[in-house]
């Protein structure tokens, strides 16, 4: 019987990390401090600012459908930001962290402006964080959290829904749909045909995206999966560049040349650069 605790986890974050640099891969999942016994996170402005705008948009599936829309977002969100302001959000100076507060003021406006998928049922999977076996024989678990799942009644179906808070289009090589397609099916039931991202920061509209292939899918993120688990087993974990602009900022924390700024919520050390 394949055991979870003694599993390789995988999940969209650390698949990019991994393809990026191997380096960048351990010093963000694997490192731990030895003074600390925590593993070690960077900061800064584009993820806070993501954080805040996920937090207010995903945290509505809590409420009643019909009661979601009533909610003040505005000041939910100004709430939120309290948590990331600051240098524990990453921002160095007032005027930068300003910029950043009203774009997200800008993309919570977005959503109140267009509140239809708000206003449709969706459904919740179980656990907080859906995971299931990519592979019981290799023992490796893939996982993740999908931001919104809307309930299609016609077909009872569902779509996949993404928020997007960053500038730039999600490449169409990403992982990120193939992985999310496969959590849909092994953590739920309903059949999946549809998948959409918002640019939340650019568009009103939702961006339909083909959904990819099932096999096709679980083959590519086992392959990097399993070169995952080889490498932890081996404990090779080279940059290959000797240095690249993945790894290189956690190195500065490893050095001591990053300021650190508090533990955060998934009791990280969390540090500047």
């Not at 640099?21 to 401090?33: A, E, G, I, S, T």
């Not at 995903?58 to 009661?67: A, H, M, N, S, W």
Request: with cysteine; aromatic share 10%; hydrophobic share 35%.
């Amino acid at each position: 019987m394949a055991d979870k605790f003694k599993a390789t986890w995988v999940s969209h974050s650390s698949i990019g990390d991994f393809l990026q640099c191997p380096r960048l891969y351990y010093l963000h999942n694997v490192y731990k401090d030895p003074n600390t016994g925590r593993k070690i996170n960077i900061v800064n402005p584009y993820m806070s600012l993501g954080i805040a705008v996920h937090d207010i948009l995903e945290g509505l599936t809590e409420f009643k459908t019909e009661e979601r829309m009533n909610r003040d977002l505005i000041e939910m969100f100004k709430e939120r930001w309290k948590s990331v302001s600051g240098k524990k959000g990453g921002f160095k100076d007032e005027e930068t962290e300003k910029k950043f507060f009203d774009r997200g003021i800008k993309m919570i406006e977005t959503a109140i402006r267009n509140p239809e998928i708000f206003l449709d049922k969706t459904i919740k999977i179980k656990e907080d964080l859906p995971h299931y076996w990519l592979s019981e024989k290799d023992e490796i678990l893939l996982c993740g959290k999908i931001d919104w799942i809307r309930y299609i009644p016609e077909d009872d179906s569902v779509h996949i829904i993404d928020f997007k808070t960053g500038k730039n289009k999600e490449d169409d090589n990403s992982l990120q749909l193939p992985i999310y397609v496969l959590l849909m099916k092994n953590c739920q039931s309903r059949k999946t045909t549809g998948a959409f991202y918002w640019y939340l920061d650019v568009d009103d509209n939702l961006t339909e995206k083909e959904l990819p292939d099932i096999e096709e899918s679980h083959n590519k993120i086992l392959d990097v999966a399993l070169k995952i688990k080889n490498a932890r087993e081996k404990k090779e974990f080279t940059c290959p560049l000797g240095g690249c602009k993945g790894c290189e900022p956690y190195e500065k924390i490893i050095r001591g040349e990053a300021e650190y700024v508090g533990v955060g919520v998934y009791k990280q050390d969390q540090y500047i650069i």
